[in-house]
């Protein structure tokens, strides 16, 4: 560690020797813990599919239907002898349709197919009631990723100019002349900008409880004339439906001014390129190259992925829980597994023992919250089940007359009948939202429960081989940030059911809303080196950063061998990063999660332990004054 840094910038002082060695890959928009974990993991991975394609004998069917699905995303002499006629059934589909009552004619097989249409159905747990799933109804998202772009006229004008010179290229490459590929491109744009008014902005977004609004059948059926919501939603489920639950109210209140016979010609050309860009990695190399050239601009990604990785996602993005249950039950040892649960459920005891102490809660409000954290369930590795419909797949290669734009919508036909086939049903809480060979972790709300895969248990986050305070430092905190989630500004609305409920008394809501003032306040405007950060976007993940922080401190402060410094470096360690500036700015933007730099830094100096530790004064820029700190959890 560069300890002359230590008092002026922390993450530097730690992270600087790695920062100045550190190279994003070409077909990385940045380097990171995460990433270098995630490299590692894709290179196993990868290994691991070409042994099992030599020799698929041992393996259990849905690998060997991996290994067979591979085989075809790999080929990229057929893929690009055949060039772009796979999607010329999609093209044909939509062109087909002539009016407004076509489409709702045709709806329930384009969306049970995967084809993009304007506004869409999904089915999940009910916020009022998590032991029921309903269907929600909502807009399709914008060509650029966030409504801000749009506000301001340079940076819609330069965004939309790299767009269209994507789709340009691509539809060219579909045989489209410049000509109607530019119609297509016009009127595309011209109903995407009719979206913008009734899109939410990434802030809104954020604060999620806020995207929960139930409308009655009579209601929808009174404010949409235009198309049969409901029943094309009854058709979808095959059930009858009572209510939707709209994401966004201004989209229903403008639907028939949006979604009508007069613009139904650029709804056909928005589907028309929606759905170029969303099976053109389906096809040639060139195509698939030539689709990304936007989100490769956006965020600052020097070139297109490898045909070798890029086939070896499209196989394992379809079959990733397949594969991740393979990655948790060979490479993370049951010695481990049984270490990190006992570290969970240690950290759920501190968090206990906090909120006993906590001197802003009245005892009614703190034994409900003991009560949402003692019901909380703990997954470790891998899970018990996988999706049902994994065993369903049945591929069929080229040989056998397919093609990899027909397997996908065989597979997404799979995928969505079994979501919606889950309308009105209990949920099946053992299935994980990721697969145990992905670098994360997550909180849901809605199951009160926390998920911990395999790929994330190691090091610098874990390892036997750390000190515990680094461990402590590294996924103690990951563990403690994923608890946190379920008393930040979001999860703390919901009981321990899963359910939205308010559990607090009136006083306590008060001084919990105004101490998320005060975290907002804390990070709103703070400098990052590629703008400021957003503290109302960001919100959420800094009350989760700092009460996983100080829960992990207090468990590690337990210890008879606590070393502040092992623990306080090792949270910095596993926040370095090294993005493209274009990329950095995007998630000031859109990202939830704050910078990096201030999740190290902004966060340590939030900490009297830390600024006590290294005699920071007041004129260091680490200092924050203890009038200044926020603690909530």
Known sequence: MNKALIKKNFYEAVNKDWLEKAEIPA??????????????????????????????????PQLKKYIKYYQMTKDFEKRDLLGSKPFEVIKNRINGLKNLSDLEASYVDLTLDGIETPFGYYVMQDFMNSNNQVLYFGASDLFLPDTSYYKDEQSKEQMLGLFTQTSKALLALFGYNEQDGQSIIDDAILFD???VPVTKSSVEKADYVKMYNPLKKEEVNQKINSFGVIKTAEKLVNQKVDELIVLNLDFINAFDSIINEEHFSLMK????????MAFASDLSDEIRVASGAFSRALSGIKEARSKEKFAFYQAYNRFGQSVGLYYGKHYFGEKAKNDVKAMVHEIIGIYEERIRKNDWLKEETKEKAIKKLSTLSVHVGYPDELPPYLDQIDIKNYDEGSNLVLEKIKMNRLINAFNYQKYNQAPNRNLWGMPASMVNAYYSPTNNQIVFPAAILQKPYYSLEQSPSENYGGIGAVMAHEISHAFDNNGAKFDEFGSLNNWWSKEDLDAFNQKSQDMIKLFDGVETGVGPCNGTLTVSENIADSGGLRCALEASKKKDDHNYDEFFQN?????????????????????????????????????????????IKEDDPMYLKKEEMVSIW
Do not use: C
């Open 27 to 60: 077909d990385q928009p940045s380097m990171s813990a995460f990433l270098e974990l995630h490299l590692g993991i894709e290179k196993t991975l990868m290994d691991l599919t070409s042994v099992w394609e030599s020799n698929n004998k041992e393996l259990n």
């Open 269 to 276: 050309s928005w589907m028309i390129l929606s759905n170029a």
């Open 571 to 615: 949270w910095a360690r596993v926040w370095r990063n090294k993005s493209s500036k274009e990329y950095a700015e995007l998630l000031l933007r859109v990202d939830v999660h704050g910078p990096t730099i201030l999740r190290a830094n902004r966060q340590l100096s939030n900490l009297e332990e830390f600024i006590n530790f290294y005699e």
């Open 193 to 195: 900008s009719l979206l």
